[in-house]
């Protein structure tokens, strides 16, 4: 390669003419840095850059060019890796027009892709095959001499929505079958991930390879999506019942939804209408909630509507319907989703993106936000805030936390900090899944070959043989495996049901879901969270729906049209969890008295009311304050703390229950608070897994039934809490109410039982 050679130069031809006739004047910054390093073929690589900085581009571009230069065409030359299959498609599309011209096949492989194309590739692999973890995981059990022949030639592994993966169950299963790959073909593949900016490049390098000293390198864009950024927190009020019950799993009650959540919608149908935007939301129940609203405002003023629900329950057909809507950008389009959103199809149109109720985190807004602001437009970002007002209401809505959260969480947005990666974890569930792939790959594996192939050489390194050993014990209690006469393990008779069902290739648990059917059309799928009667009312996909029948067996549940008013079913989301960083930024809001410009006339009233609570409960002074209701603890830091310090005092026979930024002890006295911190830290050992011993309910993750109640505590203690940081906090509490206990307030406030 010569040395300052011009990039565009150093590609294929036929990638240049592609270039040429797309319109491009020249590479983008990011293509070029990445041109280079990627040609020379060896050190594994991180293109991180904001969204829509053609980092795909910068990816492909040069690797192309550097197959297209090798002599040796079998095989397959690139396995390009997706978190959604939507994006697969997206790519194949732009890929296929890429490579139009040259002796180069592109395949996609995934759930939804036919037989007789999967077939193609069987008797013929080459070029470029785009898949997903599941699909891999298929490849991996049932075909795996035709994999190992296909791949000899491999070149380059490409994971794109890199940073989707970190942290979770599919992130730690692809990390084990790129390691099973490369030890089944006896060599070393360069990884490239694709990945959205970060603020701690060392974590995202250990999750691309992990337990392995090879060099990578990191190519970042200069300045990110946030440099030419418009931002704006627009406040509301939502009237609470009299019981002030309100929790994470039922964000908002249905009864808000005529009165003041019309405002809100209302705002959204007035700011958004006439362009193109996504409105995210933390639930599936807000997204339904929300698009209903909105729809019925159109039909109201009897204008096109231009609001559509989409997320994980909808039917392929009409999420897929709606990307197509977006991407072609005929018609002004506004989609209400979840995260499903977040990643994915290239859209190039949108002018804005909206959050209802603060993001699960900094990282998460980040990435929305990037699918605005493309090129040289400016990124346009709302947040639509309500807080709860009445005459019972928790501590969380009269400090305005909704407020406060969201006001941290942009300040730090706008100083680039982002969450660093996860830790790495045990990931039994995960483990546990691989191992039957192992076996059910070879027939027979021994317990050595495993272990070495799996955590010693592999991703489950903190998993010690001991460790590994109970395991295998566990699975062999449940009949997934059974050990043959020469030592060997292969799969038992519930091992053999379990990886034939098309439902082991997914790493990631899965609710059980009823299908609702209008006139044998499918239209979706639910996780049922409440019993269903038939003739009730719901509404889904924007429209309102009456029951006429319900299978058990089948799980479908069969509707039809109604003019009813209907209200949404109860489809629950996730969440995050939150880091220290971002509850240390909100303290720094109360303290500091931060009244931002980004904020509109009643977000403001609502961050000043916050602001004068925290004063009024002296929590300026002290972390713990006394009234009517009991004591409330308010540490500051993130969700790891606070969940470890509530277990450090029940084991002290002291019920705490944990409610936003803080945590409620009920009708404890200071006195008794006192000794019982004063025996926390006089313990001189205390284990995490000492703290988890009588929780229940640790089947978190998919497989996490089989594996060993010891087990999921140690995974549980190890993901989930943070020892060391409680124990500081409550060394700080404990001097506090020494040196200066906290007086008495008037203020009542609504608890939540415990």
Same mark, same amino acid.
């Given at each position: 390669?010569?040395?300052?050679?011009?990039?565009?130069?150093?590609?294929?031809?036929?990638?240049?003419?592609?270039?040429?006739?797309?319109?491009?004047?020249? =590479?983008?910054?990011?293509?070029?840095?990445?041109?280079?390093? /990627?040609?020379? @073929?060896?050190?594994? $690589?991180? !293109? +991180? %850059?904001?969204?829509?900085?053609?980092?795909?581009?910068?990816?492909?571009?040069?690797?192309?060019?550097?197959?297209?230069?090798?002599?040796?065409?079998?095989?397959?030359?690139?396995?390009?890796?997706?978190?959604?299959?939507?994006?697969?498609?997206?790519?194949?599309?732009?890929?296929?027009?890429?490579?139009?011209?040259?002796?180069?096949?592109?395949?996609?492989?995934?759930?939804?892709?036919?037989?007789?194309?999967?077939?193609?590739?069987?008797?013929?692999?080459?070029?470029?095959?785009?898949?997903?973890?599941?699909?891999?995981?298929?490849?991996?059990?049932?075909?795996?001499?035709?994999?190992?022949?296909?791949?000899?030639?491999?070149?380059?592994?490409?994971?794109?929505?890199?940073?989707?993966?970190?942290?979770?169950?599919?992130?730690?299963? =692809?990390?084990?079958?790129?390691?099973?790959?490369?030890?089944? /073909?006896?060599? @070393?593949?360069?990884? $490239?991930? !694709? +990945? %959205?900016?970060?603020?701690?490049?060392?974590?995202?390098?250990?999750?691309?390879?992990?337990?392995?000293?090879?060099?990578?390198?990191?190519?970042?864009?200069?300045?990110?999506?946030?440099?030419?950024?418009?931002?704006?927190?627009?406040?509301?009020?939502?009237?609470?019942?009299?019981?002030?019950?309100?929790?994470?799993?039922?964000?908002?009650?249905?009864?808000?939804?005529?009165?003041?959540?019309?405002?809100?919608?209302?705002?959204?149908?007035?700011?958004?209408?006439?362009?193109?935007?996504?409105?995210?939301?933390?639930?599936?129940?807000?997204?339904?909630?929300?698009?209903?609203?909105?729809?019925?405002?159109?039909?109201?003023?009897?204008?096109?509507?231009?609001?559509?629900?989409?997320?994980?329950?909808?039917?392929?057909?009409?999420?897929?319907?709606?990307?197509?809507?977006?991407?072609?950008?005929?018609?002004?389009?506004?989609?209400?989703?979840?995260?499903?959103?977040?990643?994915?199809?290239?859209?190039?149109?949108?002018?804005?993106?909206?959050?209802?109720?603060?993001?699960?985190?900094?990282?998460?807004?980040?990435?929305?936000?990037?699918?605005?602001?493309?090129?040289?437009?400016?990124?346009?970002?709302?947040?639509?805030?309500?807080?709860?007002?009445?005459?019972?209401?928790?501590?969380?809505?009269?400090?305005?936390?909704?407020?406060?959260?969201?006001?941290?969480?942009?300040?730090?947005?706008?100083?680039?900090?982002?969450?660093?990666?996860?830790?790495?974890?045990?990931?039994?569930?995960?483990?546990?899944?691989?191992?039957?792939?192992?076996?059910?790959?070879?027939?027979?594996?021994?317990?050595?070959?495993?272990?070495?192939?799996?955590?010693?050489?592999?991703?489950?390194?903190?998993?010690?043989?001991?460790?590994?050993?109970?395991?295998?014990?566990?699975?062999?209690?449940?009949?997934?495996?059974?050990?043959?006469?020469?030592?060997?393990?292969?799969?038992?008779?519930?091992?053999?049901?379990?990886?034939?069902?098309?439902?082991?290739?997914?790493?990631?648990?899965?609710?059980?879901?009823?299908?609702?059917?209008?006139?044998?059309?499918?239209?979706?799928?639910?996780?049922?969270?409440?019993?269903?009667?038939?003739?009730?009312?719901?509404?889904?996909?924007?429209?309102?729906?009456?029951?006429?029948?319900?299978?058990?067996?089948?799980?479908?549940?069969?509707?039809?049209?109604?003019?009813?008013?209907?209200?949404?079913?109860?489809?629950?989301?996730?969440?995050?969890?939150?880091?220290?960083?971002?509850?240390?930024?909100?303290?720094?809001?109360?303290?500091?008295?931060?009244?931002?410009?980004?904020?509109?006339?009643?977000?403001?009233?609502?961050?000043?009311?916050?602001?004068?609570?925290?004063?009024?409960?002296?929590?300026?002074?002290?972390?713990?304050?006394?009234?009517?209701?009991?004591?409330?603890?308010?540490?500051?830091?993130?969700?790891?703390?606070?969940?470890?310090?509530?277990?450090?005092?029940?084991?002290?026979?002291?019920?705490?229950?944990?409610?936003?930024?803080?945590?409620?002890?009920?009708?404890?006295?200071?006195?008794?608070?006192?000794?019982?911190?004063?025996?926390?830290?006089?313990?001189?050992?205390?284990?995490?897994?000492?703290?988890?011993?009588?929780?229940?309910?640790?089947?978190?993750?998919?497989?996490?039934?089989?594996?060993?109640?010891?087990?999921?505590?140690?995974?549980?203690?190890?993901?989930?809490?943070?020892?060391?940081?409680?124990?500081?906090?409550?060394?700080?509490?404990?001097?506090?109410?020494?040196?200066?206990?906290?007086?008495?307030?008037?203020?009542?406030?609504?608890?939540?039982?415990?």
């Amino acid at each position: 390669m010569e040395q300052n050679a011009n990039p565009f130069q150093l590609l294929d031809k036929d990638l240049q003419k592609w270039i040429y006739r797309k319109g491009w004047r020249d =590479l983008l910054p990011i293509q070029k840095a990445s041109v280079g390093p /990627i040609l020379k @073929s060896c050190d594994d $690589i991180i !293109i +991180s %850059a904001s969204t829509a900085s053609g980092k795909t581009e910068a990816a492909f571009l040069p690797a192309i060019t550097a197959i297209q230069a090798k002599k040796e065409h079998k095989g397959i030359q690139i396995l390009y890796i997706s978190p959604l299959k939507a994006l697969i498609n997206d790519q194949f599309r732009r890929l296929d027009e890429m490579t139009a011209g040259m002796n180069l096949k592109v395949t996609p492989w995934h759930g939804d892709v036919s037989a007789n194309r999967k077939e193609q590739i069987l008797n013929n692999p080459q070029g470029i095959v785009l898949t997903t973890p599941e699909s891999l995981e298929s490849m991996l059990i049932n075909h795996v001499s035709w994999l190992k022949d296909a791949i000899k030639n491999l070149s380059y592994i490409i994971i794109d929505e890199f940073h989707a993966f970190i942290g979770t169950a599919r992130g730690y299963q =692809l990390q084990s079958q790129l390691h099973r790959i490369e030890n089944l /073909i006896g060599r @070393s593949v360069v990884r $490239i991930g !694709i +990945s %959205a900016t970060f603020s701690e490049a060392e974590g995202v390098i250990s999750h691309l390879r992990p337990n392995s000293n090879k060099h990578c390198e990191v190519i970042c864009q200069k300045g990110s999506g946030q440099d030419n950024l418009a931002v704006q927190i627009r406040g509301y009020t939502l009237l609470s019942k009299e019981t002030g019950e309100i929790n994470e799993d039922k964000p908002l009650d249905t009864s808000m939804l005529p009165q003041e959540f019309e405002t809100l919608s209302a705002d959204i149908f007035r700011l958004l209408r006439g362009s193109t935007n996504l409105v995210f939301c933390n639930s599936r129940f807000y997204t339904e909630a929300v698009a209903g609203v909105l729809q019925k405002f159109s039909e109201k003023l009897h204008v096109p509507n231009e609001f559509f629900p989409h997320h994980g329950s909808l039917s392929k057909d009409m999420r897929e319907s709606l990307e197509f809507r977006l991407q072609e950008g005929k018609f002004p389009t506004t989609a209400i989703c979840t995260a499903t959103l977040e990643l994915g199809i290239d859209i190039s149109n949108v002018q804005s993106i909206a959050q209802i109720d603060p993001p699960t985190t900094v990282a998460s807004l980040r990435q929305r936000l990037g699918r605005s602001g493309r090129r040289d437009h400016m990124a346009v970002l709302r947040l639509f805030i309500p807080e709860y007002t009445g005459l019972k209401m928790p501590l969380c809505s009269m400090l305005a936390e909704n407020t406060v959260l969201s006001v941290a969480m942009i300040n730090l947005l706008l100083k680039r900090w982002y969450e660093p990666p996860y830790k790495h974890e045990y990931a039994f569930s995960t483990l546990m899944q691989q191992t039957l792939s192992v076996i059910a790959s070879f027939g027979s594996v021994s317990a050595q070959s495993l272990y070495k192939l799996l955590c010693k050489t592999g991703p489950f390194s903190l998993c010690t043989p001991k460790i590994y050993g109970e395991l295998l014990y566990s699975l062999g209690k449940k009949d997934l495996i059974v050990q043959l006469n020469d030592g060997t393990l292969t799969l038992g008779l519930a091992g053999e049901r379990m990886v034939s069902d098309w439902g082991f290739y997914a790493s990631f648990k899965t609710p059980d879901e009823y299908t609702i059917e209008a006139e044998n059309k499918r239209i979706g799928t639910v996780p049922l969270t409440k019993p269903l009667e038939i003739e009730d009312v719901f509404l889904f996909a924007g429209r309102a729906w009456k029951v006429v029948y319900i299978n058990e067996e089948r799980k479908i549940i069969g509707v039809k049209n109604t003019t009813q008013a209907a209200e949404p079913l109860m489809l629950y989301g996730g969440s995050g969890q939150i880091h220290n960083t971002i509850r240390e930024e909100m303290y720094n809001i109360y303290i500091n008295k931060e009244i931002p410009s980004f904020l509109n006339k009643q977000a403001k009233a609502n961050l000043e009311k916050g602001l004068i609570c925290f004063k009024q409960l002296g929590l300026d002074k002290h972390h713990i304050i006394s009234g009517p209701k009991g004591l409330a603890i308010f540490p500051w830091k993130g969700d790891r703390i606070l969940r470890t310090v509530m277990l450090l005092l029940k084991k002290e026979s002291i019920k705490a229950t944990i409610w936003g930024s803080h945590l409620e002890l009920g009708f404890t006295s200071i006195d008794s608070l006192k000794i019982a911190i004063f025996n926390i830290l006089d313990r001189s050992e205390i284990k995490e897994t000492d703290l988890v011993s009588k929780i229940k309910g640790l089947n978190i993750e998919k497989y996490d039934e089989y594996i060993s109640d010891e087990l999921k505590r140690l995974s549980y203690a190890h993901s989930r809490l943070d020892l060391d940081g409680a124990l500081d906090f409550l060394d700080l509490l404990y001097k506090e109410l020494s040196n200066n206990p906290p007086p008495n307030v008037n203020i009542t406030w609504e608890q939540k039982e415990s």
